[in-house]
């Protein structure tokens, strides 16, 4: 990455490096250091372990701050919502990180979604470790207040915060007064690859399925297809 893309980087961050030797590392995958061995920094775990303990104080000190009658659970909820991989990954694609990034060539090539998502996702965290060491905490907050935390009106708007399963088990119970339960129905494919279908019952009454490379991700699947089917 050239001079003029760290810039734009930062024009995009809205924050102005005082090291911009830290923003370079927290684009930094391992991958990339394989393959550049002479490459004079190291990659961005260690930021993205520190950036990622400054994203959830933030986020809880405004959470905590801001609604005070919330009981602890729903704010662990909404917490989740806001500092998951899947959130980050927005929030990359917004700043338009991936250009930046520092990967070997297999993983540039590679784009498989999910394990971008990951990639993208721990950058941010690591651009926010590398914002603290710089800037401190102040320019950090307004950062993550700006581009993580405004998102919070939309998942309590879908309720989001909810995962597939919490939200089909509250609407059954609601709706129905029954409490789900799920049934692996089919394991294929060899161990270190096994796909599983699970069934998703109301009682006796099946009401979709779901697949997944784990019993855990199969059941989330089932219960996303549950609540399309219900209109839940």
């Avoid at 930062?10 to 102005?16: A, P, S, T, V």
Wanted: with cysteine.
């Amino acid at each position: 990455m050239d001079n003029k893309a760290l810039t734009k980087l930062q024009q995009r961050l809205d924050i102005k490096f005082k090291n911009e030797q830290l923003l370079k590392q927290a684009l930094v995958h391992r991958s990339y250091l394989n393959e550049h061995p002479e490459f004079k920094l190291g990659h961005n775990e260690r930021l993205e372990f520190l950036g990622d303990a400054v994203l959830e104080i933030i986020v809880t000190e405004f959470l905590y701050l801001s609604f005070p009658d919330t009981p602890e659970g729903d704010m662990t909820n909404w917490r989740a919502s806001l500092v998951n991989s899947k959130m980050l990954y927005e929030v990359a694609r917004e700043l338009e990180v991936e250009s930046c990034l520092y990967l070997s060539k297999g993983e540039a090539r590679d784009k498989n979604k999910k394990s971008r998502q990951f990639i993208l996702a721990d950058s941010v965290e690591a651009i926010i470790g590398a914002m603290y060491l710089d800037q401190g905490i102040g320019p950090v907050k307004k950062f993550i207040l700006k581009h993580v935390v405004s998102k919070l009106d939309d998942i309590l708007r879908s309720q989001s915060y909810l995962d597939p399963k919490s939200h089909f088990q509250e609407k059954a119970q609601e709706v129905r007064g029954i409490t789900p339960h799920y049934q692996i129905l089919d394991e294929r494919g060899p161990d270190h690859a096994k796909i599983f279908t699970v069934g998703l019952y109301l009682d006796e009454e099946l009401i979709t399925t779901g697949e997944g490379s784990s019993k855990q991700e199969a059941q989330v699947a089932a219960a996303a297809q549950g609540i399309k089917k219900m209109s839940w």
